[in-house]
């Protein structure tokens, strides 16, 4: 049980914290210098505020690792806190995870024979595990390491646990969740690691996880309702027949018909296996150290993130959705998870686009699509990998008293963050597939990458769907939207009795605010809160004007003038001031000339007061009608922008023809080019112009309703004081 083994000290100072290496959705793995060994290690720093799961439970699962020993499972040598952090001390493996090989090198998977060593070392860590009580609960090849002595070791302390737990929570991702975690009561057992295994053995063919393309929430439904995935007959004609039977006896729907780790073993497919050392080793020969893969996959991320993931309406809704009904957290009730699920769409073009772009990405490096700067900006910020865990968590979880102050750098942060990633000059993506470095890297160089990624790895965290640039921008927003709903609904409880009389007299603002939701927030295309839906909410006059309804949205034919008269130059951020777009909704005009109506003047005389107040409803409605307008004519502006862009370029040979998965009806997908790129600039420009512009309507709402409140008030003062009059 190791015994022998030397102690590690518990000590951070004792531990050099080299590249970064590897990151999951709650940690970073670094490579790393044991100093009184003088010994290269793996240290992994879980990030505890990305956890659902307490110090505690951490630390005993982390100790229960280390009592682990077996050649194919990775242990940890020790564990302890540091500040808002767990590391996890553990052997380096240096060639990393199956999945970094398969996203640099093997998009298509890899040969069989590779596979079966692979895997049936992995069967002998799950037979270990299993035996001794433990279910994995994550296999999958991104927990599949590898060295270079071909050694093949299951990784992933944390999910180790107790096989006699029967719960219906499982941590483990979509794809690889076996049907009975989806039914709820049913409880499950070490058979759960057996459908995963045959899962990952269809990643390892095929570079990909079946389903992968799919929304979390459609790969829960495709798990329960469909008939098991497995290797085709006829499409993957180069994989034998033995190891096509020994898939199908993993993906069994029914638990108890799957084979135990041990019968798996002696299948013909594992029986016949080769000794990884001919069969895996060949797999990295030709690759660059593994931090240099890491980086160069960082990169690809970042620069993924950057151009193609800004997600349309209906998957940002979906998104919503699932982090509203906490599915993200593995709460199942399958009726409503077959409901939602049965609303998405089968779209193909996820999968092709995302096996196009990375295909693309070094190509686009290489061309210099990607411009290359020195991280030195944010470098300067983050000190340590201490540090650097604290600030990432803070630029996340952003507390309500601190939204409005983060909204109005959002602009900022959206341009240095995301639109202009920062990559490091000195790495050459070469020929053979290497990437040559100028220098040694260090933790700090990596930052301004890691913090790219870490937004990436927080919105695969909390929202179970596509990689979303603005999901902090887009939490906080629906937060802020939310609040002040809140605050309005509050306000109103309180003056209800008061305002009575005048809500007899004047229409009420009293339903929900018309504010984007979460998803609308950060998508021009989403669907926009209203009772009714947004179609619901025009009135009769704008229905007459509408001459098409793409998707969820109308596009009237007034907007369609009015687009027509904007040249595309003047939706330019410094013009912005004499478009059309700011001109016909600026509230803040409207709130200068409000300032202007002296109020006590106004409330001395009841008459008055209904005046003022049925005044600042009609205005307040306009700028309502108008908001929702100019919702569309956005919308409408960027579709005629891109298509007229598009055309044009395509027509000059100055772009390629740009396909169909790159129409934008609330998604931008397809962006490759330093054009669209500028597209997409604009495009958020006119996206932060109309939240800006929701802004001040509701701050003038929420102003409004103030003073309605005064106004009722001071009615009512001066009512009482007529009655007391006449009484005596
Ligand atoms: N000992 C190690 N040596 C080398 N690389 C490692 C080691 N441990 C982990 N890695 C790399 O780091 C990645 C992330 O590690 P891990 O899966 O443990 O993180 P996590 O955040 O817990 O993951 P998850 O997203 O599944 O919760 C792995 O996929 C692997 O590539």
């Not at 080793?281 to 160069?296: G, H, Q, T, Y």
């Not at 020195?374 to 803070?394: A, D, F, H, Y």
């Not at 004007?545 to 951020?573: A, C, H, T, Y």
Request: net charge neutral; with cysteine.
């Amino acid at each position: 049980m190791g015994g022998s083994e030397q102690r590690y000290s518990t000590n951070p100072g004792d531990y050099k914290l080299l590249e970064e290496v590897g990151y999951g959705g709650t940690a970073t793995v670094y490579r790393a210098i044991y100093l009184p060994f003088n010994q290269v290690v793996a240290v992994k720093c879980v990030d505890l505020d990305r956890c659902n799961i307490n110090l505690d439970e951490l630390r005993r699962e982390a100790q229960s690792m280390r009592l682990i020993d077996h050649p194919n499972v990775v242990r940890a040598h020790c564990s302890f806190a540091v500040e808002r952090s767990l590391w996890v001390v553990m052997p380096f493996m240096d060639q990393g995870s199956c999945l970094h090989l398969i996203k640099i090198a093997y998009n298509h998977g890899f040969q069989e024979d590779a596979i079966g060593s692979i895997l049936k070392q992995t069967l002998k860590a799950l037979h270990y595990l299993h035996h001794h009580g433990h279910i994995h609960r994550d296999v999958k090849a991104a927990n599949i390491l590898l060295d270079t002595n071909a050694a093949v070791k299951l990784a992933h302390f944390r999910l180790a646990a107790d096989t006699h737990r029967s719960t219906n929570t499982f941590p483990g991702p979509p794809s690889w969740m076996a049907p009975e975690l989806l039914q709820p009561g049913n409880g499950y057992n070490s058979k759960a690691d057996i459908w995963s295994f045959g899962i990952t053995a269809l990643e390892l063919a095929h570079g990909h996880a079946p389903f992968s393309k799919y929304p979390p929430m459609k790969v829960l439904l495709m798990t329960i309702q469909n008939a098991p995935p497995g290797l085709d007959y006829d499409r993957d004609k180069k994989f034998s027949k033995s190891f096509k039977e020994m898939v199908a006896m993993c993906l069994v729907k029914d638990q108890t018909k799957r084979p135990s780790a041990e019968k798996l073993l002696k299948h013909s497919f594992f029986k016949h296996a080769k000794p990884p050392e001919l069969s895996v080793k060949k797999l990295f020969a030709d690759l660059p150290p593994l931090w240099n893969r890491v980086k160069a996959l960082q990169l690809k991320d970042a620069a993924q993130l950057a151009v193609k993931k800004m997600p349309s309406a209906e998957e940002e809704a979906i998104s919503q959705n699932e982090y509203q009904r906490g599915v993200s957290a593995w709460n199942f009730d399958v009726d409503d998870l077959k409901a939602q699920a049965s609303l998405l769409r089968d779209d193909d073009d996820i999968a092709v686009m995302r096996e196009e772009d990375e295909n693309n990405f070094f190509t686009y490096y290489k061309a210099g699509a990607i411009d290359s700067q020195s991280g030195t900006r944010k470098l300067n910020s983050v000190k340590s990998p201490q540090n650097k865990i604290t600030s990432q968590v803070g630029a996340i979880d952003i507390k309500q008293s601190e939204q409005s102050e983060y909204l109005n750098k959002k602009e900022k942060i959206i341009e240095s963050e995301i639109w202009e990633p920062e990559f490091p000059k000195n790495i050459v993506w070469t020929r053979n597939g290497s990437i040559k470095e100028a220098s040694t890297s260090t933790v700090q160089k990596d930052i301004s990458v890691n913090k790219i990624k870490t937004q990436s790895v927080k919105s695969r965290q909390t929202q179970s769907g596509p990689l979303l640039p603005g999901a902090v921008i887009s939490h906080s927003l629906s937060e802020r939207g939310w609040t002040l709903e809140r605050l309005e609904n509050e306000n109103q409880l309180l003056g209800e009795k008061n305002n009575h009389e005048l809500r007899q007299r004047a229409p009420s603002f009293s339903g929900p605010l018309m504010l984007p939701t979460r998803a609308s927030a950060n998508s021009l295309s989403a669907p926009i809160k209203s009772s009714g839906g947004f179609r619901d909410s025009l009135d009769d006059k704008s229905k007459a004007n509408l001459v098409q309804i793409k998707g969820r949205f109308s596009v009237m034919s007034e907007n369609l003038d009015l687009v027509k008269d904007i040249p595309v130059s003047s939706v330019s951020r410094r013009s912005s001031q004499g478009s059309p777009l700011w001109k016909s909704a600026s509230v803040s005009d409207w709130m200068l000339n409000s300032k202007q109506l002296p109020i006590g003047q106004a409330t001395k005389d009841s008459a008055t007061n209904n005046i003022s107040a049925s005044l600042l409803m009609t205005h307040l409605q306009n700028l309502f009608q108008q908001t929702s307008i100019q919702q569309d004519l956005i919308m409408n502006l960027i579709n005629n922008l891109h298509s007229a862009e598009t055309i044009g370029d395509s027509q000059n040979g100055k772009l390629p023809p740009i396909t169909r998965s790159s129409e934008i009806n609330g998604t931008l997908d397809s962006a490759a080019s330093e054009r669209e790129r500028l597209l997409l600039l604009k495009i958020l420009e006119l996206q932060t112009r109309m939240i800006t512009l929701t802004n001040e309507l509701t701050a003038e709402k929420l102003k409004y309703m103030q003073l309605q409140q005064q106004l009722t008030a001071l009615h009512n003062q001066e009512q009482n004081k007529d009655n007391r009059e006449e009484v005596v």
